[in-house]
């Protein structure tokens, strides 16, 4: 198997085929798209077809909205998904799956993670802002894909 390293910090969207997402990940009003966070891409040596490690990311559902969309912010709130053991939830999934680069910004809440820097901003959260403002083509995107 040849394997290539991401940084960790690779967000992307992802397109999830019907009734192939895991019951434990929460897909509302992202129209059959997830945020994951890229952790390996590889090609097994009797295959053509290179596959991704990823781990996925739930919505946090806003109060009061059904698009779940915070209301002074217009974004999704995200939360790294994760079994009952506090584990990541990842799977292996189709590269071809992946289908554009997403940008998370870390909610710090009330105060920051004390231990908080830029190298370690995606492991001392765990809740993040979906930022659609971040280029036009990804609000574009986000606007046609998870708002229609």
Known sequence: MQGHGVTGH???SMVCPLGVVAP???LI???GHSIIQLQMIFRPLSSEHFLAYVQHFN?????GTVSNVHPRTGMHMLRCAVRADRSRIGEV???TQVQSPAHLIPNFGKEAHPHLMRENSYKASSEFWLNKYWSKQFYFMLSYYFYM
């Open 29 to 31: 009003d992202l129209s």
């Open 93 to 95: 999934v189709p590269i």
């Open 10 to 12: 690779d967000v992307v």
């Open 59 to 63: 919505i946090v559902p806003q109060q």
């Open 24 to 26: 434990t990940i929460r």
